[in-house]
């Protein structure tokens, strides 16, 4: 039996969708004609349109994409899988045999699977491929909310890293988070009135989509067979139930957010303007441009990167290669927010298409992280343009509520709590990392610092110790002193022990695997500023070794996040002083060690009490959009 509005949405808030939105989808679902000028115009092939189930497909590397397109070869009922340009790259190409990106190549058919990359769409056309598909794989907040109002069967991707609608569809605002969890808690409230068998076989695809489960004729079941037939109807029962919280149609032309970065810190500023731009675009729904220099850099925090193309699409971003200052610009290259990360001079033709803009577009400096106390006079400072007629404003993340707060993800405090408090699953990730038993058992410790930390003198403290240690050392980390303890290149897989140390190389990681280890060692040592703030959320001791800069005007810095963060704890203030270069002559590693590890406890009970403290910060994602909607809203009210 069907469920009724009240019964999907227990709540009670809202009224259910429009009648104009769904006089907008209607043509799509029920007019063949509406369907195939649609697809016409992405170049889809008319007959396999008639005749083949449409399904679209979003997802990220974590999905089993290669098990579904089996299942879908071997079944009976034609498919057409449409992907966006960016979805699913490895899988799509391996199917295609060519790159991922639409053109002439971007459709191939093996057994009864057409796959074919669409060209990147905009909101409005990707509210109208899922209003046209007969079933949609979607991830990440903003595609569920549009999932859900399309009235179609729908299977979700969670997303690490980032916000989940888990209950959204129930009327609950952010619900339980990491992609199983997040997944398992909406899907309970999604698949509530459907039978028994029918809501058991949904909950295992959403479970198997999300890396929890292999039994992948799950997914076929959900796309043929009696169980997709129940699907159909209880789908636009859900949309009509849907609270007006979640129901605002897509917009023609939704926000759009340039990033510019330089990369100067190897890898610390393209991780921030990744994470940010990830969040941006799955948490908010942003249209996100990121200007990147040196993509080299950038892929090996992120291999989907592709280190040759000009432009791609990457977990919703639009990555572009910034080689050089020149190229013109028109008005319509111009993004609602112009983000330059750090004080990096955007090329001049760009600024010259912001003054054609009409109202011009928010110009933020987005600037580096310090706790000195200077930065609260800053915040938000305007800045006119020596010659044109634009502004710009200085936005500078920070510990204070004056301040626009540090970048953290609406899930990732959950997904922390979670994993931490699962000893079976931190030991499954770091034996995957290559740790023995024993190296798991010892203190573990995360090293990633600059060349000129006094690593050498610390191996040895450690070697001599009388407590086993397990260092973790990211590949091209500390070569020098990694080399000469291994007694072989510092590659990664490398490991050797001597005396009470144990030293493994770790090969790069993607940033959530990033995240894991923090969670999963015992003390971090980290640098620059996107491990730093990451290791602040991670709730773990760590010291931090920052960027050098010239006239030692980091120790600066470094003295004034002490002074906030370290009050009390003598021991991490001394080490921190003495890794970067700032303590005494007659420091050494041993004695500061044993103190430092004697103050662990504290430090621990201090890590927690300042992660609920800079909480009540905000998120910076979230308040440098409101401080750009605010600008914006004074921009059209003078037309600036």
């Known amino acids: 039996m069907m469920a009724s509005p009240s019964d999907l949405n227990p709540t009670g808030t809202g009224v259910g969708a429009t009648a104009a939105l769904a006089a907008r989808r209607w043509p799509f679902h029920f007019n063949a004609h509406v369907r195939a000028a649609f697809f016409a115009g992405l170049g889809v092939d008319m007959l396999r349109v008639a005749y083949a189930r449409r399904i679209s497909l979003c997802c990220n590397c974590a999905a089993p994409v290669p098990q579904l397109f089996a299942q879908l070869q071997a079944a009976a009922t034609p498919t057409l899988c449409l992907v966006p340009e960016g979805e699913a790259r490895e899988a799509v190409a391996a199917f295609l045999q060519a790159d991922a ?36 794989f979607v991830r990440g907040d903003a595609q569920l909310a ?55 076989i949904l909950a295992e695809a959403f479970q198997v989509w999300n890396g929890a489960g292999e039994r992948y004729a799950a997914l076929g079941a959900c796309l043929a067979g009696p169980v997709s037939c129940l699907l159909a109807p209880h789908s636009r029962a859900w949309a009509e139930a849907l609270p007006d919280s979640l129901e605002a149609p897509a917009q023609d032309h939704p926000t759009t957010l340039a990033i510019f970065c330089k990369v100067v810190d190897n890898y610390g500023d393209v991780g921030i303007c990744w994470r940010m731009a990830r969040q941006l675009q799955h948490e908010h729904g942003v249209a996100v441009e990121l200007w990147v220099d040196n993509l080299h850099s950038f892929r090996r925090i992120c291999p989907e990167v592709r280190t040759d193309t000009e ?43 912001m003054v054609q803009c009409e109202p011009r577009p928010v110009w933020l400096n987005l600037e580096g992280l310090t706790a000195e106390e200077w930065v609260e006079g800053c915040h938000t400072l305007p800045s006119s343009h020596p010659r044109l007629p634009l502004t710009k404003h200085f936005f500078f993340p920070g510990f204070t509520a004056k301040t626009g707060g540090l970048l953290v993800e609406a899930a990732l405090d959950e997904r922390r709590r979670q994993f931490q408090a699962d000893p079976a699953a931190m030991a499954a990730f770091l034996a995957q990392l290559g740790l023995s038993a024993a190296e798991i058992a010892a203190r573990k410790v995360s090293m990633f610092c600059y060349p000129h930390a006094p690593v050498a003198a610390l191996f040895a403290a450690w070697e001599q110790g009388a407590e086993p240690v397990t260092c973790l050392v990211p590949e091209g980390v500390a070569t020098d002193a990694v080399r000469s303890f291994l007694g072989v290149d510092a590659v990664a897989g490398a490991a050797a022990t001597s005396g009470a140390l144990t030293v493994r190389v770790l090969p790069f990681v993607p940033q959530p695997e990033y995240d894991k280890l923090l969670w999963a060692c015992d003390l971090n040592f980290v640098r620059g500023e996107d491990s730093f703030v990451r290791a602040q959320w991670a709730g773990k001791p760590f010291v931090w070794h920052i960027y050098p800069q010239e006239e030692n005007l980091h120790h600066k810095k470094l003295r004034a996040f002490l002074h906030r963060y370290a009050a009390g704890l003598d021991g991490l203030s001394a080490f921190s002083l003495y890794w970067n270069g700032a303590g005494t002559d007659d420091q050494h590693s041993a004695p500061l060690w044993s103190a430092l590890q004697v103050e662990m406890p504290a430090i621990a009970t201090r890590a927690a009490d300042w992660q609920r403290q800079i909480l009540e910060n905000g998120d910076m994602t979230g308040n440098l959009l409101k401080f750009s909607r605010v600008l914006q809203s004074v921009k059209q009210e003078n037309r600036v």
């Open 146 to 200: 549009r999932a859900q109002l399309a009235a179609r069967p729908f299977i979700w991707q969670a997303e690490e890293g980032v916000g989940t609608l888990a209950g959204a569809g129930a009327g609950a605002g952010a619900g339980a988070a990491g992609t199983d969890a997040a997944a398992q808690a909406f899907v309970s409230s999604y698949g509530v009135a459907l039978p028994t068998h029918a809501s058991a």
């Open 311 to 353: 432009v791609q699409q990457v977990s919703g971003v639009t990555v572009r290669h910034w080689h050089s200052q020149d190229g013109e610009f028109e008005a319509a290259d111009v993004a609602d927010i112009v983000i330059e990360f750090f004080g990096c001079d955007i090329p001049e033709g760009y600024i010259a298409a």
């Open 101 to 136: 990106v639409a053109g002439a190549r971007a459709r191939a058919t093996r057994g009864g699977l057409t796959v074919q990359v669409l060209p990147a769409l905009d909101a409005q056309a990707y509210d109208h491929l899922l209003w046209a598909c007969d079933f949609n």
